[in-house]
């Protein structure tokens, strides 16, 4: 009884810790997925108003965290206000030692699956995102600027922020701002890269809708029931900022070159014509290459195949009262004969950047469709198939 008790207990000690905390790490990151990209836009246009509330909404679902204490302080510096107690905030709270690590993650090769197998250590706000260049971009102008006076804590916490030097310690030095001659041009530079790096962010961010056109055709066998023939599709892609690529949408393949087959319809067999095919599914694929101009996605695809038979019948339904006793006429509809199966294959896509989001593409793919999974085609069509199709993303 008294193991039962404990049991019991432990249970509802579980829900009341942990499934909160799942709740409220869930709003933390929903926040912060919602709020980058408008405090990228408010910050980079010294937006101060828009700013402080997304601020705030951040701190309300997620607490203290390092960016919004970080851009608290950048934003008391560029005011001349008194940013004293939030520098010893940021300090004492150990943001200093987060922001180095996060430096130090950002200049790994592998820094895009180093935050997707750690979102809760970098506080859902990605590596490498634009606004960490942002703040860099303010904090070496503030340091550069001759109309600051700025006190020894907020150089050391500049210093920090832009990243100058090599930061190894896991404590902030104080660094003398170097004095340079062509400090106008140095910061065109900075603020010119900074304003490329978030168009491209912009850019990549975006939902792409792609047409496609191309070849597909059997992959050896003899004799087979379909020939190489023109595929057409359109479909829909997740955006381009995240390593992990998401894709929907059909493809049509004009059967202008294949052989009747035969379909058992109604018990008898027919010899039938497909006059197209259809697949209907998505792809999920991961860039294995982006330097934005050029694009490397491998996708695994995963759909329906169905494959049209020329057989067609109509079907009748009677005049019914439905359930609030009203009456209703019948009528007819036309149900179509497809042979059905599953459409599994391996492509790999290249894209070239056109302008902006547009880009142009090559897709090679490999495609399994085992068509005797259906058990009303008699006769054995071949499963192996390839495909070399032309898209184009806008």
Request: charged share 20%.
């Amino acid at each position: 009884m008294n193991r039962y008790l404990l049991l019991t207990l432990c249970s509802i000690i579980s829900f009341v810790y942990i499934v909160p905390s799942s709740f409220a790490q869930e709003k933390c990151e929903a926040t912060l997925k919602n709020s980058l990209e408008p405090l990228t836009i408010a910050l980079n246009g010294n937006q101060y108003e828009t700013l402080m509330p997304l601020l705030a909404d951040i701190e309300r679902s997620c607490g203290p965290t390092e960016l919004s204490l970080r851009i608290q302080i950048l934003k008391l510096i560029i005011a001349k206000e008194s940013s004293s107690h939030a520098i010893n905030k940021y300090l004492e709270m150990h943001f200093d030692e987060q922001l180095i690590k996060r430096f130090q993650d950002a200049e790994r090769e592998d820094y895009a699956y180093q935050y997707e197998s750690n979102k809760v250590q970098y506080n859902y706000f990605p590596l490498r995102h634009p606004i960490d260049l942002l703040i860099k971009t303010r904090a070496k102008a503030l340091l550069l600027s001759q109309s600051y006076k700025l006190s020894d804590s907020e150089i050391d916490i500049l210093n920090l922020f832009s990243n100058e030097e090599l930061l190894k310690k896991q404590v902030v030095e104080s660094i003398a701002p170097p004095l340079i001659k062509e400090e106008p041009v140095i910061q065109e530079e900075q603020q010119a890269e900074t304003e490329l790096e978030l168009e491209e962010y912009y850019n990549k961010s975006k939902l792409g809708f792609l047409p496609y056109i191309g070849i597909y055709g059997p992959l050896g066998g003899k004799n087979t029931t379909f020939g190489t023939n023109m595929s057409l599709g359109f479909s829909v892609m997740s955006s381009l900022e995240k390593s992990f690529i998401f894709e929907g949408g059909f493809k049509v393949r004009i059967n202008s070159n294949d052989r009747n087959f035969d379909y058992n319809y109604d018990n008898q067999t027919e010899s039938v014509n497909a006059n197209f095919s259809l697949f209907f599914g998505g792809s999920v694929g991961y860039k294995i290459y982006d330097n934005t101009k050029f694009i490397i996605i491998p996708k695994l695809n995963l759909g329906i195949d169905m494959i049209d038979t020329g057989i067609s019948e109509d079907v009748y339904t009677d005049d019914y009262y439905d359930g609030y006793g009203d009456y209703n006429y019948g009528g007819s509809s036309k149900k179509l004969y497809t042979v059905n199966t599953m459409h599994l294959g391996l492509s790999l896509a290249t894209m070239r950047q056109l302008k902006g989001k547009n880009y142009i593409g090559l897709e090679a793919g490999y495609h399994y469709t085992p068509y005797q999974w259906d058990s009303k085609l008699m006769s054995a069509i071949y499963n192996h198939y390839g495909s070399l199709e032309l898209f184009f993303r806008f």
